[in-house]
């Protein structure tokens, strides 16, 4: 995985995101990974849920094999293209579009990529609706079945229309004077 996002906490999150992996050959003193054996090593077979970070270097040198969450799953992918706006994506990965594009990129799932762009631009226009029209609401409710990506979007958009408000009420960006044209002023004023 390329640095590009290093300091990036939603990244490092992202990263954080579990997958389910079957090693492929034995792991010496490893054993300790796979909470339910009391073994040193792991053997061929085992069947573990280790994070993105950690797969993405194991899968490349054939260590284990990986296997889709169960978010992406076909089950999983034909309720989202049945409709996606009432999809709880909360529940099913705090990072769902994110970690989508970052599983795609790692095992080129075919059909991984053309349904999160259709779950996302179907759900992007309720999205943005919601946002500009909760200016004195709570957005709590609203924002509960987004996951993180939607939550920024939202609110991006929330933020826009209440500082629109604000301009419109002529309570944005009041110009004063600074303190040195003041200075200033009042210099020439006691000089005269």
């Known amino acids: 995985m390329a640095a590009e996002n290093y300091y990036d906490v939603d990244e490092i999150l992202c990263l954080q995101e579990l997958l389910p992996v079957t090693f492929q050959i034995p792991a010496h003193k490893l054993g300790h990974l796979d909470t339910g054996s009391d073994e040193r090593d792991l053997r061929t ?107 920024k979007l939202f609110a991006a958009g929330h933020g826009a229309i209440v500082e629109l408000h604000r301009w419109r009420r002529r309570k944005a960006n009041i110009l004063e004077t600074s303190e040195v044209i003041q200075a200033v002023s009042r210099k020439r004023h006691k000089s005269s």
């Open 45 to 151: 077979g085992t069947a573990l849920d280790l994070p993105f970070w950690l797969c993405e270097p194991l899968l490349r040198r054939q260590f284990v094999g990986v296997e889709l969450p169960k978010c992406f799953t076909a089950r999983y992918r034909s309720t989202m293209t049945a409709d996606p706006s009432v999809v709880n994506l909360q529940e099913w990965c705090n990072n769902y579009y994110d970690f989508g594009l970052k599983l795609d990129a790692l095992l080129r799932d075919d059909e991984l990529r053309p349904t999160l762009q259709k779950a996302f631009i179907t759900r992007y226009p309720a999205i943005m609706d919601s946002a500009q029209n909760a200016i004195n609401e709570d957005t709590a409710a609203m924002t509960r079945k987004l996951d993180e990506r939607e939550r």
